[in-house]
C-alpha cells in the first residue's frame, strides 16, 4: 500500500487552516465529514482508521486486527476510505497551491476564495482556476498586447450609441500590426470570447447541461470494413445512460482507428444560455458583434474543453467500474479452493512444438517432465498414449490439468480416449491458462526452475494451478490472469493498485505457511516488502525451519513494525508455540493462554483440535473481554481461531469439476442442459465453460427472472451453475446459454 502524507488530524479535517484547533469562516472542506457520509459510517469510525492508516498500518492488519479501534470495518470499505482520504488530501493541496497562485497575483477576493474553498471536486477548482491559470500565447493575449482590451470592454458594456467601426479607428497602430478596422474588431472579438470560455459559472452550466442532454454518437471510418466493431457505426446514445463497457469498447474503437467519435452538445440552447448572460442590453451596434464572439467562444474554446472533460470523466468512471469487476473476479479466481493430496500432470497443449507435461506431487514438487506430439502435425496419437500410461503407473497420478490454450480441445480428445483404456480412475480438469506463458518467460520462473524451458514451466504452473491456486497465481501480473476486460486500455497504475490490493486482501485472509511460502507469495504478507520477503525466504535455507514467529525479528530488514503488521498472517505448524499455527496474533498471546486457563483447557488442545465448542462454555463475553483486558470483538475472533485453527476460508467455495468426458460444439442441440464453470464476469453477462473448447455466454438476460444491475449480483468466477443451450454457431464459434431453465 503506498504511503500518504502525514498530517496532524486538525490537518486532515482543515487542511488550509491555522492550527489553532478552529474551523476556518471560509468552510474548508471537511474530510473526515465527507468521507463518513459517502461511507456512511461512523465519523469516530473515520477518524480511527485515517490515524491508523497514517501511522503506517496497512489495510489488511488494520480491518483483522483493529476492529475494536474502527467498529469492525471490512478490507473492502477500508481500501474505498483510503482511496478517497488520499483524492480528498489532494483536492485541499491543490486548493492551497491554487490560492496561493491567485494571492500572488494580488487577485483573489474574498467571494473567489470562499469559492474554492467549497470546491468539492479537481474540475471545480480548475475552472475557477482557469482565468488566473499561466496561458500560452493565445489569440486573446496577442489581441491584448496590440492593446485592443478596451475596445472588447467598450463592447462589453453595450452602452455606445453609434457604429463600432467608428470607436475601432482609435485602435489602428501599424507599429502593432493593427492595420484595419475588421482586424481591430476581430481581435476585441478573440478577448471575449476568451473573456467568457474563462467564466467558472459558464462552463459548470454549460458541463450539467451537455452531460443531462448530450449524446454519444460514433461513425465508422470505413462502413465496409468487418470487425467486432459493427454495433457501433451508426451508434446513438444519451450520455446519461451509456454503460461503462460501451465507454470502453467505443474508446478502443476510436483507438484503433476504426470508429470516429464524438459528443454531440444541445448546441442551441447553449448558445441561448450564453446570449442571455453575455447580452444584457439589445444595442444593435454592439449585439451581433457579442452574438460572433459568443459562437467563436463556444465552438473553438469550451466545446472541445468541456467534450475532453466529459470523455475522461465518463472514461474514468467506466474504468472503476471494469476495475471493480475485474477485482471481484480475481477475488473469486485466487479464493478457489485447493484441490489436496492428488499427484497432477500438468498439460501445456501444443500443436507444432508439441505438448509440454509435468508431473507434480502433493506438495507442488516436480517429478517428471517431458514432450508428447499427439497433435497435428506429427500426430504421434500412440507414441503419446505409451508415455502417459507409464507416467500414470510411476508416479500413481490422479488428476490431469490441462490449459485451456491453443490445441486444448484436441488434447482434451486424446485424454478421454485414454481415460477409457486406463484400469485406473484418473480425472481431467480444464484449468484458465491466462498468464501461464507470462510467468513461464519471467525470471521468477527461471530462478525457480533454472533447468527448465519455458513449456516445462508453463505445465509445471498449469499443475500447481489446480493444487493451490493462490499460492500459484501470485506468481502472475494480475492485469495477465484473465479474468477483465479492457485491462490494457485503462489506466494502468490504478489497475495495478487495485488489483494488488485485491491480492493482497486474499494472500492475508488466508495466511501462509512461513516455512513453505515461496518470496512471491510472501511480499504480498501485510508489512513484507518484495526484500523482505526474500531476506525470509534466504534466512530460511540458511537457518532451517522457523520454530518460532519471534524468530522473524532475526530477518534482515524485518523490524518491530513490520513484525507488528505481518506476524498474524504467518502460521507455523509443529513449531514451539501452538498459537504460531493460529491467526491469533502474538499481541493477545496472554490473552489467549489467560482464556485457556480460566476455560480449563490445555494449549497443547490446540494443535489436536480438540477446542471445539469452546464458544459455548463462554456465559458473558463482555465481562471476560473485560477480565483479559481485550475487546469483545478479539475475543470472538480468538475463540474462533481456537475453535478450528488456521481455517481456510477458500473451503467452503465451490470445487472445479472434474470430467471424464468431453463435449464438441457440434454436439451441442437447443435446450441441452450442461452443468459449468463460471470463467469470467463482465458488465453485460458471464462466459461459462461447459465442457467445449468455446466458452458459452450468458447474458445478463438470461440470468435471472428478477431485474438485475450486474452480473455479479448473480454469479461470480468459479461458481458452478446449470445452464440451457440457447444457439450455437459453428462458424462464429459463439454460444448462447441460458440460466433462466423452466423446470
Known amino acids: 500500500m503506498k504511503r500518504l502524507r502525514k498530517l496532524p488530524i486538525s490537518s486532515i479535517i482543515y487542511p488550509c487552516a491555522k492550527q489553532n484547533g478552529n474551523r476556518p469562516s471560509g468552510g474548508t472542506m471537511d474530510i473526515i465529514q465527507k468521507i463518513k457520509e459517502e461511507l456512511q459510517v461512523e465519523k469516530w469510525q473515520v477518524e480511527a482508521a485515517v490515524k491508523l492508516i497514517d501511522e503506517g498500518n496497512t489495510i489488511p492488519f488494520i480491518a483483522r486486527y483493529r476492529k475494536e479501534a474502527t467498529g469492525a470495518l471490512n478490507d473492502e470499505v477500508l481500501r474505498n476510505l483510503y482511496e478517497r482520504l488520499n483524492y480528498l488530501r489532494n483536492l485541499e493541496e491543490k486548493k492551497e497551491q491554487v490560492l496561493a497562485s491567485i494571492e500572488e497575483q494580488g487577485k483573489l477576493t474574498e467571494e473567489l476564495k470562499q469559492q474554492i474553498e467549497k470546491a468539492q471536486t479537481l474540475v471545480v477548482v480548475d475552472d475557477l482556476y482557469r482565468p488566473y491559470r499561466p496561458k500560452r500565447r493565445t489569440r486573446a493575449i496577442i489581441a ?32 502593432k500590426e493593427v492595420h484595419t478596422v475588421e482586424g481591430a474588431i476581430a481581435g476585441a472579438k478573440d478577448i471575449i470570447a476568451e473573456h467568457i470560455s474563462d467564466e467558472a459559472a459558464y462552463r459548470m452550466h454549460i458541463r450539467k447541461q451537455t452531460e443531462k442532454e448530450g449524446m454519444m454518437l460514433s461513425e465508422a471510418k470505413d462502413e465496409n470494413a468487418e470487425s467486432v466493431y459493427e ?23 476510436e483507438k484503433e482507428k476504426i470508429l470516429t467519435v464524438k459528443v454531440q452538445a444541445p448546441k442551441d440552447r447553449i448558445l441561448s444560455y450564453l446570449e442571455k448572460k453575455v447580452i444584457v442590453a439589445q444595442n444593435p451596434y454592439t449585439t451581433p458583434i457579442l452574438r ?42 485466487l479464493m478457489q ?43 504421434k496419437v500412440e507414441e503419446s498414449k505409451k508415455v502417459l500410461k507409464q507416467l500414470i503407473a510411476k508416479y500413481h497420478i490422479t488428476l490431469i490439468s490441462v490449459g485451456n490454450g491453443t490445441a486444448s480441445r484436441e488434447s482434451e480428445q486424446i485424454i478421454v480416449e485414454l481415460l477409457k483404456e486406463l484400469p485406473v480412475t484418473v480425472r481431467y480438469v480444464i484449468v484458465n491458462e491466462a498468464g501461464a506463458s507470462v510467468y513461464s518467460a519471467s525470471k521468477l520462473a527461471a530462478e525457480e526452475f533454472p533447468n527448465f524451458d519455458v513449456g516445462q514451466r508453463s505445465a509445471a504452473s498449469i499443475a500447481r494451478r489446480i493444487q493451490d491456486p493462490l499460492a500459484e497465481l501470485v506468481k502472475i501480473d494480475p492485469k495477465s490472469i484473465g479474468v477483465g476486460q479492457y485491462q490494457h486500455d485503462m489506466n494502468q497504475k490504478k489497475l495495478g493498485e487495485a488489483l ?13 505457511d512461513l516455512n513453505t511460502a515461496s518470496a512471491s507469495l510472501l511480499e504480498y504478507i501485510s508489512g513484507i516488502s518484495k526484500v523482505i520477503a526474500k531476506n525470509i525466504v534466504a534466512y530460511r535455507e540458511e537457518n532451517g525451519r522457523f520454530l518460532t514467529r519471534k524468530e522473524l525479528l532475526k530477518v534482515p530488514k524485518l523490524g518491530p513494525k513490520a513484525y507488528e503488521q505481518c506476524a ?74 481456537l ?32 452443468k459449468g464453470t463460471v470463467r469470467n464476469v463482465i458488465d453485460f453477462g458471464a462466459f461459462v465453460d461447459i465442457g467445449v473448447h ?7 438476460s438470461q440470468m435471472s427472472d428478477r431485474y438485475i444491475k450486474h452480473p455479479l449480483e448473480v454469479v461470480s468466477v468459479g461458481d458452478i451453475v446449470e445452464v440451457q443451450v440457447m444457439s450455437v454457431d459453428l462458424k462464429r464459434q459463439r454460444i448462447q446459454l441460458t440460466m433462466k431453465i423452466a423446470k
Open 231 to 253: 454495433m457501433y457505426y451508426h451508434f446513438e446514445e444519451p450520455i446519461q445512460k451509456l454503460a461503462g463497457h460501451r465507454i470502453l469498447a467505443l474508446n478502443r474503437g
Open 144 to 175: 491584448k498586447e496590440k492593446g485592443l482590451e478596451p475596445l472588447a470592454n467598450l463592447i462589453l458594456l453595450q452602452q455606445v450609441t453609434h457604429p463600432i467601426e467608428e470607436e475601432a479607428k482609435a485602435y489602428l497602430n501599424e507599429e
Open 568 to 641: 498474524g498472517f504467518m502460521r507455523i505448524t509443529g513449531g514451539k508455540q501452538p498459537l504460531d499455527a493460529t491467526s491469533v496474533h502474538p499481541e493477545s498471546y496472554e490473552a489467549a493462554k489467560e482464556l485457556l486457563k480460566k476455560l480449563g483447557c490445555q494449549e497443547e488442545d490446540i494443535a489436536g483440535g480438540n477446542l471445539k465448542g469452546l464458544s459455548k462454555k463462554i456465559k458473558d463475553k463482555a465481562a471476560l473481554a473485560d477480565e483479559l483486558g481485550i475487546g469483545v470483538m478479539t475475543l470472538e475472533d480468538i475463540v474462533k481461531e
Open 500 to 512: 494488488g490490493g485485491v491480492v493482497e486482501d486474499c494472500v492475508n485472509r488466508v495466511g501462509v
Open 694 to 700: 468455446q466458452d458459452g455466454l450468458v447474458h445478463i
Open 643 to 674: 475453535e478450528k485453527p488456521a481455517r481456510d476460508p477458500r473451503e467452503e467455495m465451490p470445487k472445479p469439476i472434474l470430467r471424464t468426458d468431453v463435449l464438441e460444439m457440434k454436439d451441442l442441440k437447443e435446450g441441452m442442459i450442461l
Open 337 to 379: 479452493p485447493p484441490i489436496a493430496n492428488q499427484i497432477v500432470l500438468g498439460w501445456d497443449p501444443a500443436f507444432r512444438t508439441g505438448c509440454k507435461l509435468a508431473v507434480v506431487d502433493a506438495t507442488g514438487k516436480v517429478l517428471d517432465t517431458t514432450v508428447i506430439y499427439p497433435t497435428a502435425p506429427q500426430n
Open 292 to 333: 460572433e464572439a459568443i459562437e467563436d467562444s463556444y465552438q473553438r474554446l469550451i466545446e472541445p474543453a468541456i467534450e475532453r472533460e466529459i470523455r475522461n470523466e465518463l472514461t474514468e468512471k467506466a474504468e472503476d467500474g471494469a476495475i471493480r469487476v475485474f477485482g471481484k473476479n480475481l477475488e473469486q479466481l
